[in-house]
């Protein structure tokens, strides 16, 4: 296993448009999380699944944000009529229980122009 | 909710010098970890630490959870230890899974 995959690497989009990022995460975790960092600050918590379940969300997580994972393995990040404050660093994470270690994929940049 | 705070906020040194990094939280925690973010902003994990102390390499970190604090030591730092550390805490309170990351620290090592 070579850890937790992210696609795109890298996105830019036109104000408006809809856009979905894939997290692939280490295959025997069953905990996935979503976190967006924008320039200067830390990551900041979005979203959450145990397995299937979206167990927990953000306030940061508006209506135009939605997030899936169908079977309990990868999971989709979308987007819908972005904004340019939508402009960040998507980082996805994933561990196996929830005091142990958690490991981050390479991020999915996105720039809103 | 639980806060954190990194200091110092930017660190200058030159190659060879030893430095530390200090994690404030308000909170106990039930998991904390250092990260090191690569230019390409890609976390890299450096320790697994939520009490007691782990060494690695030229990398040692202590976590003294009942005066919720973390101190990070970079011994004889070379310039590819350049970049943004990140603390990041997992609260035992309220039942939430995230974990809360300060603003970090960012190390710079000249040659």
């Known amino acids: 296993d070579t850890g937790v995959s992210q696609n795109p690497r890298h996105k830019i989009t036109k104000r408006g448009q809809n856009v979905t990022f894939r997290c692939d995460p280490i295959?025997?975790?069953?905990?996935l999380y979503w976190y967006r960092q924008t320039l200067g600050q830390g990551p900041e918590f979005l979203t959450y699944f145990q397995n299937e379940a979206q167990l927990e969300k953000s306030r940061l997580l508006s209506d135009r944000f939605s997030a899936e994972r169908p079977k309990g393995s990868f999971s989709t990040l979308e987007i819908q009529r972005t904004e340019q404050g939508d402009s960040a660093m998507y980082l996805c994470?994933?561990?196996?229980?929830?005091?142990?270690?958690?490991?981050f994929g390479q991020g999915t940049r996105l720039t809103v122009v | 909710g639980i806060q954190v705070e990194q200091s110092p906020p930017d660190l200058i040194l030159q190659e060879g010098a030893n430095s530390t990094l200090r994690c404030n939280f308000s909170?106990?925690?039930?998991?904390l970890q250092w990260f090191h973010q690569n230019p390409w902003g890609q976390l890299i994990n450096l320790f697994y630490i939520p009490s007691g102390t782990k060494q690695n390499g030229r990398l040692s970190a202590t976590t003294v959870a009942t005066e919720r604090y973390s101190l990070l030591y970079i011994s004889s730092s070379q310039t590819t230890d350049s970049g943004v550390y990140f603390c990041?805490?997992?609260?035992?309170?309220?039942?939430?899974?995230?974990?809360?990351f300060g603003k970090g620290t960012k190390l710079t090592v000249n040659p």
């Open positions: 909170d106990s925690v039930n998991n």
């Open positions: 994470a994933s561990r196996w229980a929830q005091n142990t270690e958690a490991f």
């Open positions: 990041a805490v997992g609260s035992r309170q309220g039942g939430s899974e995230k974990l809360v």
């Open positions: 295959s025997e975790h069953n905990r």
